[in-house]
């Protein structure tokens, strides 16, 4: 644990080093509250909930999480650090997590610099706490499975723009398998229920969809911790066979 915990300290002083920490930072809350008050119409729905926050999350998180997750391991390959890392006293999966936890810790500070959103929201009227509550957490959970994804592509490459492009794609996927235009589209060429509904459980959007609404279901909290084990140890994986 205390190996993890250094691995943590050493991501965290070293992301925050570096002005992209908070060019990343001031886009996510500028683009959190563009889309909150311009695009999704907030004062014209005239409700005090956040769902016009919430609702761009998957969207937003396409871009900016990977660029987070891109730089975790194909910086350290292309630096040639990757090799002097594992002669340290650190194995393989107490570096992945270390590394993961403090990305993720970094996009859970982003998510806490929106609280004047919820600010506003309950100066201007009084909402229900449920679905904000459930809303964060399904947020956090959802860049945790993004980040995940973003670096196990970072582990097979060197090239930062390749794992970019890579698990942008890869998280889109996990939207739309799940995104109701392509499951109706599914659905208008015939496609049987079980296929759909197994599409559905697949989707980020459909188990993120719920906690928006303030539905709190063990089973979406299990599918997000799962899609992140998952990207976790193929990461692991990748880099033992990098290392042997």
């Excluded at 997590?97 to 970094?106: C, E, P, S, T, V």
């Excluded at 995940?148 to 592509?153: E, K």
């Amino acid at each position: 644990m205390n190996t993890v915990l250094t691995m943590i300290r050493r991501e965290l002083g070293s992301t925050f080093t570096s002005p992209v920490a908070y060019v990343f930072l001031v886009m996510f809350l500028v683009l959190s509250g563009f889309f909150t008050f311009m695009i999704g119409g907030f004062f014209l729905r005239n409700e005090a909930d956040l769902n016009s926050f919430f609702f761009w999350f998957p969207w937003l998180f396409l871009l900016l999480v990977p660029a987070v997750g891109m730089r975790q391991w194909a910086e350290e390959r292309r630096q040639g650090t990757l090799e002097l890392l594992f002669t340290m006293p650190v194995s393989v999966p107490q570096a992945v997590l270390g590394k993961f936890l403090a990305g993720w810790i970094f996009l859970g500070i982003a998510l806490i610099l929106t609280c004047p959103i919820v600010g506003t929201v309950c100066y201007l009227g009084d909402p229900d706490p449920g679905p904000i509550v459930t809303g964060y957490t399904g947020s956090f959970l959802l860049a945790g499975a993004y980040l995940a994804i973003s670096g196990m592509t970072s582990a097979f490459t060197r090239n930062q723009i390749v794992s970019f492009i890579t698990s942008t794609v890869l998280c889109l996927l996990l939207v739309l398998v799940g995104f109701p235009p392509v499951t109706g589209l599914l659905l208008k060429w015939g496609a049987p229920a079980g296929l759909l509904n197994f599409s559905a459980g697949l989707s980020v959007f459909y188990h993120f969809n719920g906690m928006q609404r303030g539905v709190f279901d063990l089973r979406d909290i299990v599918y997000f911790l799962s899609l992140m084990v998952l990207a976790l140890v193929i990461t692991g994986v990748a880099l033992k066979n990098r290392r042997g």
